[in-house]
């Protein structure tokens, strides 16, 4: 690909919206929220990582240049004028400035999560011209941060009422979704929006842009693994030597492993090899063997593995009344795993009481692929402009959709006294703390966050109940 263009990372109609605001107007407000969708809160991420990314370098004259010509062959306007203030007042540095609040809080759905205006008057037409960029900055990591902790909920959940206690937790649910994003850039915003909860992934791209973005030298970590192409080449009359030169290669003391085990009979493989052939090594192998199901249906599939493997390995039952298989051996489910197989999943297996400790989660294209704009009902709207030196509110109200209803004024956020979070004109403010702040002016970066300030903003409180015991 071209080397960034900035001002094309925009829609085509937006190259014409300079010429559409009123005579006078000095500067436009916009904000961002989430108006609604699949969940009553949001995790807020991502926006330190396109601000470094993309709004710390100047545009120049080359890239204005090459707007302009693809502006006008393309059959749109270009401000050609505006974007020469830019470079020659502000040595090419947008300037706006944007508040947001700190990455990681949960802000309930409805609510402004970032707010953005020109900082020079004659660049009024700025604000509203970045929604292409940041909007999408926002929207995507936060949805999948969202969703990554909506899970980290469930499976909380039934550990605390099936396990001693959450220290298994934040490998529970490993990020498989690299090969099923549509960009590596995707892979590597939405991988590292899942860390913001767990520590499990495969995506690379997410442990990069952790390193690039938020100060964390190892964002999360993985284990060796197989896949049904190392299985399958040994041969299906073979696949005992496949599982055997797995602990050969890879168990040891404190060592973790996993091997798909579906290549050809999940419950031979279970029962005659794992179980049979091998069961010493694996009983002595001084790790922990993981052993992946990959077909079928997973809340039938999961369950009839632990079952078969409780009964040839043995297990114990733990405070709660709930059995554990061995240290030396647990169960990961990745195929189908989504909110609702999980949910089902840990259901079924409490049922036949089964500790949520038995197994962890692989999520793919489910966690960072399957989501889009409207999951969270993702807008950015301008809600105040400045006319000559007046500033008057701006809204839109649609009479055939009251959802789409957008605020008015220059908003803040605040705790109300209950201590939810709510909306309100920045003028409101008095002497409460406003929870957005000023983030990036002007080309600069004025407050940066590292990955484990996020994740404590966003960590999942335990229950009373798991409190009192632990207390």
Known sequence: MQ???????????????YLQYPEGT????SYIESRGGQYKEAVFFGLQAFIKQYLTTPISA?????????????????????WEHILTQH??????EIQAVPEGTIVPVQNVLAQVINTDPACYWLTSYVETALLRAVWYPTTVATQSREAKKIIQRYLEETADNLDGLPFKLHDFGARGASSEETAAIGGLAHLVNFQGTDTIAALLAGRRYYNAPMAGFSIPAAEHST????????ETEAYANMLTQFSGDGRLVAVVSDSYDLWNAIENIWGGELKERVENNGGTLVIRPDSGDPVDVVTQTIE???????????DKGYRVLPDFVRVIQGDGVSLHTIEGILAAMKAR?????????????????KVNRDTMKFAMKASAVRVNGLWRDVYKDPITDTGKRSKKGRLALVHRGNGTIHTIREQELGNRTNLMRPIFRNGKVLAEQDLDEI?????????ETLLTAAG
């Not at 000095?26 to 407000?29: A, D, E, I, M, T």
């Not at 204005?64 to 505006?82: S, T, W």
């Not at 994740?455 to 409180?461: C, E, I, Q, S």
């Open 3 to 17: 080397n960034y263009n900035p001002i094309l990372n925009v829609d085509s109609y937006k190259t014409s919206h």
């Open 26 to 29: 000095q500067y436009v407000s």
């Open 62 to 82: 080359v890239d204005i240049d090459e707007a302009e010509e693809l502006c006008l062959a393309h059959g749109v306007p270009f401000n050609r004028e505006g």
């Open 91 to 96: 040595k090419g540095f947008l300037p706006i």
């Open 231 to 238: 299985m399958t080449s040994w041969g299906r009359e073979h």
């Open 308 to 318: 078969r493997l409780m009964r040839i390995f043995g297990a114990r039952i733990n």
């Open 353 to 369: 009481k089964q500790s949520a400790d038995n197994i962890a989660f692989g999520m793919g294209a489910e966690l960072l692929q």
């Open 455 to 463: 994740r404590t903003l966003a960590a999942v409180p335990a229950t």
